[in-house]
């Protein structure tokens, strides 16, 4: 059973700095898309970025951003680790949200919230103005 545990969210004013983490487990990990998505209050989900792994013994690792959060966010994986990372820099009242990590098996990034079977239940983020 595929489980992904985010962690690391919490109350950060604008301009400041949150690293969250996405454990995964019952997966095999490096075959897997790692994606960030958001919800606002009142608003759809939306991507946020994602992480190709591995097709065989070739490793990808090249990541996409949204473009509201390209040059301000970093996707990485910890491949021995099984987790996912999303450091927030220059975070602004615009990114308050709960964030999900989602994993897709497979190289294809897709940005839709429907084409990621896996979600974690989420994480917080609250940035203050």
């Known amino acids: 059973q595929v489980q992904l545990v985010e962690s690391g969210g919490g109350l950060v004013q604008a301009g400041g700095s949150l690293r969250l983490s996405c454990a995964a487990s019952?997966?095999?990990?490096?075959?897997?898309?790692m994606s960030w998505f958001r919800q606002a209050p009142g608003k759809e989900r939306e991507f946020v970025a994602a992480i190709r792994g591995s097709v065989g013994s070739t490793y990808y690792g090249d990541s996409y951003y949204a473009d509201s959060v390209k040059g301000r966010f970093t996707i990485s994986r910890d491949n021995a680790k099984n987790t996912v990372y999303l450091q927030m820099d220059s975070l602004k009242p615009e990114d308050t949200a709960v964030y999900y990590c989602?994993?897709?098996?497979?190289?294809?990034?897709?940005?839709?919230?429907?084409?990621?079977?896996?979600w974690g239940k989420g994480t917080l983020v609250t940035v203050s103005s």
């Open positions: 019952g997966l095999p990990f490096n075959s897997y898309t």
């Open positions: 989602a994993a897709r098996f497979g190289t294809i990034v897709t940005t839709t919230p429907s084409g990621m079977p896996h």
